[in-house]
């Protein structure tokens, strides 16, 4: 009998996958030129945009503002020349205001270029020319933005826009001086806080590199080596494709950072194998829902996002990985225990282990395209060199090793292809990162983020639970419809200032919004990850959502744990404390697992189930009473769940 594998089974994207795509995932909705002259201009051009990236990487990039205006130019240029303007416009051709559009990008990074010392010295007080090339710019991003994200990031930024100009004539809170056209044109533009501000600096440097790491590396055949790895480990268990789902889902999402692309990619294989085994559809569609869209906390790369909020918080990449890796792993605890219960409680088997690949045999054939990862890592947590530096080195080190062997082995042209795929993904990234400038800019001129910031206290009455779940529910609202990075930018900017001044340590508030801003993506009413799942698995689009967000209840759950306990980010502690909460947390999480799903053993009582799920909140904080109230717990249930069972064997005899 033949073996299972993902590549095998999608080799490539179907119609149906990129109908999928396209539908939640407007990143994918480009053009494709009937021209060959067109095409050709646009893939040399993507490839020299990738090249600038990688070279000036490498030999040092520009001062400030002229690499930040040029990645800009370039990220709105492609983004013209890709993107239609409309649904219903031409997806073959080049329209005469597209290229209107991409002159006026390249204008804008020109008069950057051409006059930047002048340009520099005029902060605070902006020529007219300024201000004309600053309010075309800020058309230029907005314009852009709707084309790849709709209206949602262009509408707020619009209302911030407004706030900035009218501000004065707002009540309480809301209100602050007010800055005429020119003020907010000279912010936005000239200062290093608007468009050209931090998150275009990460995106011009570190998210591109690991985008292009990324697409190097599925290239390269990573991408197989990680699904048939996943199958090889955990295809051949109780419920083994729902695993393998989780397994590689998480693995790709990290490197990705696209939940709904993995969805439609490694979903197509994984969620009709689920079915096949007798999971539902709403829950196959979860599971692979809640997987992907937990790629983007799990390190290293955490869909770009760890870059992000090292260079926002001030500190090395090194410590955000590090405090990210126990609650991501939490969160996937979460999930594997649920469908482990499922899987027991539905007497549900895995896939037999002759149609599984051998973990010798994958290992053989693509195991050494694990050495640029684990080069990766020991560059950015030992060596001590810069994270560009080491994206740099990982890239070549990635087409070197690939080298190694046939199946993996990348010809020129696929050098060629992977850094013109590397453009094209970041374009989406680039943007958001551009339109949030707007929004960041506006924030910081007005003082809005540290009203806000009072707001979510006073609402919260300084409580820090009652303040933890305001913030929760705006992180989720924000999020909503957004792409992972403008989202957590948004959020971050908005509403982890409020749990910083309650005390908690920066980098706990900064995950704590991350968290929920990601957990938008599977949380109805605008689930795109849970929708995208639903159009693959044939099941109600809602019912998938609202059980993705049970599958992910854990993971709503470790944020919490993680204010409450920072040992579990590894934030000034000893080993032994963070070991005992991190055993706590574990057994939390897996109560939270049991209480969900309604089994153990056997099928549980709604009134044991109730106890347990207290019992693991008593997990939450480090207290050692609290602690051992819920371990009593969860002993008492385990005790009682095997009488059960058995006492149900022996009536079945």
């Given at each position: 009998?033949?073996?299972?594998?993902?590549?095998?089974?999608?080799?490539?994207?179907?119609?149906?996958?990129?109908?999928?795509?396209?539908?939640?995932?407007r990143?994918?909705k480009?053009?494709?030129?009937?021209?060959?002259?067109?095409?050709d201009v646009?893939?040399?051009?993507?490839?020299?945009?990738?090249?600038?990236?990688?070279?000036?990487?490498?030999?040092?990039?520009?001062?400030?503002?002229?690499?930040?205006?040029?990645?800009?130019?370039?990220?709105?240029?492609?983004?013209?020349?890709?993107y239609?303007?409309?649904?219903?416009?031409?997806?073959?051709?080049?329209?005469?205001?597209?290229?209107?559009?991409?002159?006026?990008?390249?204008?804008v990074?020109?008069y950057?270029?051409?006059?930047?010392?002048?340009?520099?010295?005029?902060?605070?007080?902006?020529?007219?020319m300024?201000?004309?090339?600053?309010?075309?710019l800020?058309?230029?991003v907005?314009?852009?933005?709707?084309?790849?994200?709709?209206?949602?990031?262009?509408?707020?930024?619009?209302?911030?826009?407004?706030?900035?100009?009218?501000?004065?004539?707002?009540?309480?809170?809301?209100?602050?001086?007010?800055?005429?056209?020119?003020?907010?044109?000279n912010?936005?533009?000239?200062?290093?806080?608007?468009?050209?501000?931090?998150?275009v600096?990460?995106?011009?440097?570190?998210?591109?590199?690991?985008?292009l790491?990324?697409?190097?590396m599925?290239?390269?055949?990573m991408g197989k080596f990680?699904?048939d790895l996943?199958?090889?480990?955990?295809?051949?268990?109780k419920?083994?494709?729902?695993?393998?789902?989780v397994?590689?889902?998480g693995?790709?999402?990290?490197?990705?950072?696209?939940?709904?692309?993995?969805?439609?990619?490694?979903?197509a294989?994984?969620?009709?194998?689920?079915?096949?085994?007798?999971?539902?559809?709403?829950?196959?569609?979860s599971?692979?829902?809640?997987?992907?869209?937990?790629?983007?906390l799990?390190?290293?790369i955490?869909?770009?996002a760890?870059?992000i909020?090292?260079?926002?918080?001030?500190?090395?990449?090194?410590v955000?990985?590090?405090?990210?890796?126990?609650?991501a792993?939490?969160?996937y605890?979460?999930?594997?225990?649920?469908v482990?219960?499922?899987?027991?409680k539905?007497?549900?088997?895995?896939?037999?282990?002759?149609?599984?690949?051998?973990?010798?045999?994958?290992?053989?054939?693509?195991?050494h395209?694990?050495?640029?990862?684990?080069?990766?890592?020991?560059?950015?947590?030992?060596?001590?060199?810069?994270?560009?530096?080491a994206a740099?080195?990982?890239?070549?080190?990635?087409?070197?090793?690939?080298?190694?062997?046939?199946?993996?082995?990348?010809?020129?042209?696929?050098?060629?292809?992977?850094?013109?795929e590397?453009?094209?993904?970041?374009?989406?990234v680039?943007?958001?990162c551009?339109?949030?400038?707007?929004?960041?800019g506006?924030?910081?001129?007005?003082?809005?983020?540290?009203?806000?910031?009072?707001a979510?206290?006073?609402?919260?009455?300084?409580?820090?639970?009652?303040?933890?779940?305001?913030?929760?529910?705006t992180?989720?609202?924000?999020?909503?419809?957004?792409p992972?990075?403008?989202?957590?930018?948004?959020?971050?900017?908005?509403?982890?200032p409020?749990?910083i001044?309650?005390g908690?340590?920066?980098v706990?508030?900064?995950?704590?919004?991350?968290?929920?801003?990601?957990?938008?993506?599977?949380?109805?009413?605008?689930?795109?990850?849970?929708?995208?799942?639903?159009?693959?698995?044939?099941?109600?689009?809602?019912?998938?959502?609202?059980?993705?967000?049970?599958?992910?209840?854990?993971?709503?759950?470790?944020?919490?744990?993680?204010?409450?306990?920072?040992?579990?980010?590894?934030?000034?502690?000893?080993?032994?404390?963070?070991?005992?909460?991190?055993?706590?947390?574990?057994?939390?999480?897996?109560?939270?697992?049991?209480?969900?799903?309604?089994?153990?053993?056997?099928?549980?009582?709604?009134?044991?189930?109730a106890?347990?799920?207290?019992?693991?909140?008593?997990?939450?904080t480090?207290?050692?009473?609290?602690?051992?109230?819920?371990?009593?717990?969860?002993?008492?249930?385990?005790?009682?769940?095997k009488?059960?069972?058995?006492k149900?064997?022996?009536?079945?005899k």
């Open positions: 009998m033949s073996k299972i594998s993902l590549e095998q089974a999608s080799p490539k994207l179907s119609d149906r996958q990129q109908e999928l795509l396209e539908k939640f995932d990143d994918y480009i053009k494709s030129f009937d021209k060959p002259l067109l095409r646009a893939y040399f051009a993507a490839i020299g945009i990738a090249l600038y990236h990688f070279i000036t990487s490498f030999i040092g990039y520009p001062a400030t503002h002229l690499h930040r205006s040029l990645h800009v130019a370039m990220m709105l240029g492609m983004t013209f020349v890709l239609p303007s409309h649904k219903k416009a031409s997806r073959k051709k080049m329209v005469w205001y597209d290229v209107l559009f991409v002159l006026g990008s390249l204008a990074a020109a950057v270029w051409g006059d930047y010392i002048n340009f520099i010295n005029r902060m605070g007080s902006p020529s007219r300024d201000v004309i090339m600053g309010t075309m800020i058309l230029l907005l314009e852009a933005s709707r084309r790849i994200s709709g209206w949602p990031l262009v509408i707020l930024s619009l209302l911030f826009i407004l706030y900035g100009l009218g501000g004065r004539n707002l009540p309480g809170i809301l209100m602050h001086r007010g800055y005429n056209w020119t003020k907010l044109v912010h936005i533009f000239i200062n290093s806080e608007g468009i050209y501000g931090t998150s600096d990460v995106a011009a440097s570190y998210i591109f590199l690991f985008i790491f990324g697409s190097v599925n290239k390269s055949g990680f699904n996943a199958l090889a480990f955990a295809g051949s268990t419920g083994g494709p729902a695993k393998v789902a397994i590689a889902s693995f790709l999402g990290s490197i990705n950072g696209s939940a709904v692309a993995n969805v439609v990619t490694t979903g294989f994984t969620i009709p194998l689920m079915k096949k085994t007798g999971y539902s559809k709403e829950f196959a569609g599971v692979e829902a809640s997987a992907s869209v937990g790629g983007q799990l390190p290293p955490m869909g770009a760890a870059f909020m090292a260079e926002m918080l001030g500190i090395k990449y090194g955000i990985v590090i405090s990210a890796t126990i609650p792993l939490l969160y605890l979460g999930i594997i225990v649920q482990q219960l499922r899987a027991s539905n007497n549900l088997e895995g896939i037999p282990k002759e149609q599984l690949p051998k973990v010798r045999e994958v290992m053989k054939e693509r195991g395209l694990l050495l640029p990862i684990l080069f990766l890592l020991y560059m950015l947590l030992f060596s001590g060199n810069t994270v560009i530096f740099f080195w990982a890239i070549v080190a990635t087409i070197v090793v690939s080298m190694a062997r046939k199946t993996t082995r990348m010809s020129f042209r696929d050098i060629l292809d992977a850094f013109a590397g453009t094209k993904s970041v374009i989406s680039a943007v958001a551009a339109v949030v400038g707007i929004i960041i506006v924030v910081s001129l007005t003082g809005f983020g540290l009203n806000m910031a009072n979510i206290i006073q609402l919260g009455r300084a409580n820090l639970m009652l303040t933890l779940v305001l913030t929760m529910v992180c989720m609202i924000l999020g909503m419809g957004l992972s990075i403008p989202a957590y930018l948004i959020t971050a900017t908005m509403a982890a409020a749990l001044k309650l908690i340590p920066p706990a508030a900064h995950m704590f919004v991350f968290y929920f801003a990601m957990f938008a993506n599977i949380t109805p009413p605008v689930a795109l990850a849970s929708f995208a799942a639903a159009g693959i698995s044939g099941g109600d689009p809602m019912r998938t959502g609202l059980q993705s967000v049970k599958l992910s209840l854990a993971g709503f759950i470790v944020p919490y744990m993680f204010v409450y306990n920072p040992a579990l980010l590894l934030l000034d502690t000893t080993y032994l404390i963070a070991i005992r909460v991190t055993v706590t947390a574990i057994i939390g999480v897996s109560m939270i697992g049991m209480a969900t799903e309604g089994y153990m053993f056997t099928k549980m009582h709604n009134a044991l189930r106890v347990t799920f207290i019992g693991a909140l008593m997990l939450i480090a207290n050692v009473v609290q602690d051992s109230i819920g371990i009593l717990i969860l002993i008492i249930m385990l005790i009682l769940q009488l059960l069972s058995k149900e064997m022996e009536y079945l």
